[in-house]
């Protein structure tokens, strides 16, 4: 062991470590208080929303049937990867989280993956 | 054994009164240990920064749930490299659908210029290690740079013994035979 030396600390930004517990605090006080602005646009997407249903539903109810049948048939056929259907949603991030938070379930605190299985 | 700044701590915490000052001196107290072991593992000062927050805010979630059967430092550092380990394994799972290799990317790293002394042997060693599988990675820096027991790290990895002494010397071995090519 005395040949490998110790590994040399990375240096955190000049006066990092000064404002980190502010920082850490004011995250708590904001999670701990209720955003009225965030319920506000909440409830108003949600009236608009509904309103809109209600004025598309009677006439789109088959048409979004057919779409789902036209996407599921472009990627049972393969002609669309799973690459293409990603890029075209809105928020592929949060699909991809979504599926690794669920795979990660499974696998958390088994420690048994990587190259060699060595714990 | 908990020692008595945990305990003053914990009282802090544990009066809903006196909580808020008591998690900030555990911040203060444990903030600079918990950034470096993200901090070694994840290279990046911006993810490490993150880690370190997401860190401490869930042990403010959980403190309810801490027994005391530890030290509050193997509670706080079992949080981060669950934390760190899921952040590695997403970036890695994620790579399918990036462009850039998250690897390749720690590993120019060092190429940067003012993020290590310079010292070639330093660059070397951090790359060397960086190519360890995450786990033996992280067994080598609590053993050999944090110089925790074996105790501790199996309280903070939840893995035996005989498992941890055999990833450090695997881990040993093949930085030993890196550094004996060069």
Redo the contacts between chains.
Sequence with gaps: ?R????????Q??EG??EQ??D???S??TE?SKPNWIQYAAAVAILVVGFGVWQFTSINSSSDQSTLNDEVNLYIESQYWT??DV?SMSDN?EAI??EI?DE??ILM??S?LE???N?? | MKNTSDQEILQLINNPKTR?VG??QL??VY??RV??VI??MV?I?EDA?DL??NT??KA?QHIGKFQGYSSLFTWLYRIAT?ETL?FL??KK??F??SLDDHQEKLESYFDQPG???G?E??IL??KT?LLL????RL?F?LK??EELTYEQIAEI????IG??K??YH?A?KK??QS??QE
């Design positions: 062991m040949k490998i030396p110790k590994l040399d600390d990375f955190a930004p990092y470590f980190l517990p920082e850490i605090i995250r708590l999670k799973a690459e990603l592929p991809l989280d690794i795979e990660l958390e605190d420690w990587d190259n060699q060595l714990f | 808020d998690f900030r911040i203060q903030q600079k950034y470096h901090r070694r290279l000062h920064d370190t927050q401490f805010i403010y669950n899921t394994e997403k799972k994620r399918f659908s993020q290590l002394s010292d042997i330093q060693l951090q290690v599988p995450k786990k033996q067994v820096h050999y740079q990895t939840g893995t035996s498992a941890l055999a990833s695997h040993v930085i030993e550094l004996n």
